[in-house]
């Protein structure tokens, strides 16, 4: 697997080594205010546009079409998305496979550091905190959205081509698809292998409208309850899904996970990776992880923003690599030397063998 680099200020880079850990920020929270907001943009858009796709998914429903239809009247798909979004945290740890590239010391790194990591062995070693199998864990390329946001021009990485990863499993969508391909009555494994985000929304649009039907069927919900109640009873089902039903599970899985991808290519340039994790949980409550609060300090001013850690020294031990100084640091008034020698010592002090290059930046930056 590929090295990635996270370009950090001194006060980030201090609390990595200091604490052994890494922080992974609340998806709402990131530099770009449209960043995790593409998504529902995308999908809301398309539907308008498609809007013959619901009444004639709706009509080929076999039971309660009626009542289904007036569910979907005031419980959308749209509606549920934002629903997911609002319950459920996305955080990422966001890197590049650019080193040294002086617009992210401007905007990321100034007077800061770069890490460069080893992306498998940190993936292993955040898959190994987990504690529940309802914890995911994926590393992916950022979807790059066009401006005009349409859909039929963007591309996504299929199933087969995308690592889930949870407790008990390394690659959970190839493990479903395997299965589904070994059982012969089963005939969904074809979703696995598009790249198309709108087979994707039209696949999540029908598998929401037999949701509420089943849901219906069973009287699990009804016309009088209250939307948020019918979004939880389709979030459980949707999870509750299994066998050759897995596809169900992993499309709303996948959809939670390209909310926190896609994002405008104004930002292409950066040539974003980045780690997301989260719990297909909605109770907050019942967390595997709890969140934490710091300040993040950015050129138009500071606030406070939510994330969560994965702390644990051999995870840094084994997936550190290299560390590489701002150029800034080229004004300061030291022997670069005597710099770069220190810092060798600090990374001794906290555990750190001589494996970690320290070394500095080929550019310089005027004062």
Not at 222 to 242: A, G, L, P, Q
Request: hydrophobic share 35%; glycine share 2%; aromatic share 14%.
């Amino acid at each position: 697997m590929k090295n990635f680099y996270h370009y950090t200020n001194l006060e980030g880079f201090e609390g990595i080594i200091n604490n052994k850990s890494i922080r992974m920020t609340e998806s709402d929270f990131l530099n770009d205010p449209d960043d995790c907001q593409l998504f529902v943009e995308l999908v809301n858009s398309y539907l308008e546009t498609h809007q013959k796709l619901i009444s004639d998914s709706i009509s080929k429903i076999n039971s309660n079409k009626e009542k289904v239809y007036n569910i979907y009247n005031k419980c959308n798909l749209i509606d549920y998305i934002k629903f997911i979004h609002k319950n459920i945290n996305l955080y990422v740890f966001s890197m590049t496979e650019i080193d040294d590239y002086m617009s992210f010391w401007n905007n990321y790194g100034y007077g800061g550091m770069e890490l460069e990591f080893s992306i498998g062995s940190l993936i292993n070693s955040i898959k190994r905190t987990f504690t529940s199998e309802k914890e995911f864990l994926t590393y992916s390329h950022v979807i790059y959205a066009n401006k005009e946001l349409d859909v039929n021009k963007i591309k996504v990485p299929n199933f087969s081509k995308f690592k889930l990863i949870n407790k008990i499993s390394k690659n959970l969508f190839k493990e479903h698809q395997s299965f589904i391909d070994n059982n012969s009555d089963c005939n969904n494994s074809q979703l696995y292998s598009t790249s198309s985000l709108d087979t994707f929304i039209d696949t999540y649009l029908n598998s929401f409208l037999h949701s509420l039907k089943y849901l219906l069927n069973n009287k699990k919900i009804d016309e009088d309850m209250d939307s948020d109640e019918i979004f939880k009873e389709v979030f459980k089902n949707d999870w509750e899904c299994n066998d050759k039903l897995f596809w169900k599970r992993d499309l709303t899985l996948y959809m939670i996970v390209l909310s926190v991808l896609i994002k405008c290519d104004t930002y292409k340039y950066e040539n974003e990776h980045r780690i997301v994790y989260f719990e297909y949980n909605i109770n907050s409550d019942n967390s595997a992880k709890s969140e934490e609060y710091a300040i993040k300090h950015i050129f138009s001013g500071e606030f406070i923003y939510p994330y969560i850690t994965f702390e644990n020294l051999e995870m840094l031990r084994n997936s550190l690599k290299s560390i590489t100084i701002s150029p800034i640091s080229s004004n300061l008034p030291f022997n670069k030397d005597v710099y770069k020698s220190m810092l060798k010592k600090y990374l001794s002090k906290n555990g750190f063998d001589s494996s970690v290059d320290v070394k500095f930046s080929k550019h310089n930056i005027r004062w």
